[in-house]
């Protein structure tokens, strides 16, 4: 771009987006290839004229940008790089393949493992100052950097075109590895995932033999980079190389116009937020509770369905919090909204005996919520501030954690169950910020073929997010050990994994995890890369082997290159 600011171009409605000529009209379905790089000089330039910060040991701010929002994993890098542009990216990216750095990304939000931060890192590029969200006419998409957290991303996209991404409730989750990993949230099961929207990513990239490029690929059929972006849309982050820079644009749009090009949510959604206590609950009553839960799910999940306007995320909280928290919203603008939602929640308790109560204090993602134990009706981005802005365990910035993740492709079965009462309600574990995150799925998400996207469970019907947080280290193994065995045994008929088959359907990506890749904890004799990509991991691997051959890009849990 010989110096000139990228952001400012796209500001100033440029017809050329990351060095890529946009072939055809506007309205035509255009294809982006290869981005020259600048030279070395220019990106050196734009760098000085814009660059971010490089912070090493001894400055004031590198341990708080050597840790995460898990205090688990802490590096030791060399220095830390904050991106400001692309051109800032290639530079940095440049100075650490030329000098032989082990290099971590992070886009600022979550990362549940030690992808961004491990002992191994000497350079980390931060860009958590790219948070540019706009409209670009060239793409006829919106655009989004990748250190954009979600909540900024929603106010921008709807605020300014009354549009959005069907994306996660956690307002500090930063958008760079969100839609990387194949992102989904409370629109999901009416939308689809984040990445079935993504129109184009640029990302820079290196040869292994020290060249640096920046390349913008579309998901158009003749786009020669096509497959790197599939890779983007379920690959997971930190794999391929630095995303500067994601492009929406919903596969159904039409006209010129900015707000046909991106789904547009509920004008209005009905909410309602019950607790149900503990103390109500005989080991019968729990079992049934959730039974009924995965029933709804599994007999209302239908791309189809009336009720994918409708979803719930419910926290099966250990006793030592207390209650059981359920948050549900339904698209108040469509038929019957209100019938719809007293009847799921009447499905939920049906037979329980159970009477909820109001949501009176925080539990995981949900804040406390005792004025919505009657359901309201709210603006659909006054609900999303409500519950993406004030979720005090997740985002509590002195926390540990541990997570582990399964698709459900079917109900619980009764060791389940009885293995999660049996664990949630153990004397000897007194931690209230523990719980099990049931989040409806299914819907428009069951529509796309498996190999549409690199996301490749598309038959689930709700997803599961085992999760516990503690501040102590030395309390570490008391509570990755509580985690492990609930997982462990309640997984115990699959080798302590949820395989792929008709019962479950592997696991997600960004709440990735670790134990998974032993063999001591998966004894199930099915790699890692397939419980968490299915059959897309040999072609993830040949994008690997195109665009990363030297493997530059990694971390515990990446992609490899083909052989």
């Known amino acids: 771009m010989n110096g000139v600011d990228r952001r400012t171009m796209l500001t100033r409605s440029a017809a050329v987006v ?21 030279s070395p000089a220019n990106a050196a330039a734009g760098a000085a004229a814009g660059g971010g910060s490089v912070v090493k040991p001894g400055d004031p701010r590198y341990p708080l940008l050597t840790t995460g929002n898990n205090q688990r994993f802490v590096a030791r890098p060399d220095y830390v790089k904050m991106v400001r542009s692309t051109a800032d990216a290639e530079q940095a990216l440049r100075d650490a393949v030329r000098a032989g750095k082990r290099v971590s990304l992070r886009s600022g939000g979550h990362c549940f493992a030690d992808f961004a931060a491990h002992p191994e890192t000497e350079v980390i590029l931060d860009f958590s100052e790219m948070t540019h969200v706009g409209y670009d006419p060239a793409f006829r998409a919106f655009v989004v950097e990748p250190g954009a957290r979600l909540m900024n991303v929603y106010e921008a996209l709807y605020k300014g075109w009354g549009v959005t991404v069907p994306g996660g409730i956690c307002y500090s989750v930063g958008a760079g590895g969100h839609i990387a990993g194949g992102g989904y949230g409370l629109l999901s099961r009416a939308h689809g995932l984040v990445v079935d929207h993504l129109y184009a990513v640029e990302v820079v990239v290196t040869d292994g033999k020290g060249g640096v490029r920046t390349i913008v690929a579309t998901r158009e059929k003749n786009d020669p980079n096509r497959d790197l972006w599939w890779a983007h849309t379920g690959g997971g982050g930190g794999n391929f190389g630095l995303v500067t820079r994601y492009w929406f644009r919903s596969p159904d749009a039409k006209g010129t116009e900015p707000s046909r090009q991106l789904i547009s949510p509920p004008s209005t959604v009905l909410v309602s937020a019950v607790d149900f206590p503990w103390e109500q609950l005989t080991e019968a009553k729990f079992a049934r509770l959730l039974k009924n839960f995965g029933a709804w799910h599994a007999a209302n999940s239908a791309p189809d369905s009336p009720y994918r306007h409708l979803s719930s995320l419910f926290n099966v909280s250990s006793k030592a919090h207390g209650s059981l928290g359920m948050f549900t919203q339904v698209d108040a603008t469509v038929p019957n909204a209100r019938k719809l939602l007293d009847d799921y929640l009447a499905a939920i308790t049906a037979g329980t005996g159970v009477t909820p109560k109001a949501l009176t204090r925080p539990t995981g993602e949900l804040p406390a919520m005792p004025q919505f134990a009657e359901p309201k009706t709210l603006p659909w981005l006054q609900a999303t501030r409500l519950v993406g802005t004030n979720n005090p365990t997740i985002t509590n910035p002195t926390s540990r954690g541990g997570h582990k993740s399964a698709y459900m492709k079917r109900n619980f079965s009764d060791h389940q169950i009885a293995t999660l009462y049996r664990y949630m309600s153990r004397p000897d574990f007194t931690n209230p910020d523990t719980m099990l ?9 069951n529509a796309a073929a498996p190999d549409a996207t690199a996301n490749a469970q598309r038959s689930s019907i709700f ?21 492990r065995d609930l997982y462990e045994d309640f997984f115990s008929a699959t080798g302590g994994v949820p395989l792929i088959d008709d019962n479950t359907d592997g696991c997600y990506i960004n709440y990735p995890d670790r134990d998974i890749t032993d063999p001591h904890r998966n004894r199930s004799g099915v790699p890692w890369t397939t419980l968490y990509y299915k059959d897309n991991y040999p072609r993830l691997q040949q994008v690997k082997k195109r665009y990363d051959p030297s493997d530059f890009f990694r971390h515990s849990m990446s992609v490899k290159p083909a052989r």
Not at 18 to 38: C, R
Not at 437 to 445: A, N
């Open 18 to 38: 990351g060095g890529a000529a946009v072939a055809g009209a506007l309205g035509s379905q255009a294809a982006a290839t290869a981005a020259p790089a600048p």
């Open 437 to 445: 995150v049931l989040f409806s799925f299914g819907g428009q998400v």
């Open 463 to 483: 997803k599961m997010c085992f999760q516990t947080f503690w501040e102590d280290e030395r309390e570490d193994g008391f509570y990755l050990g509580w985690l």
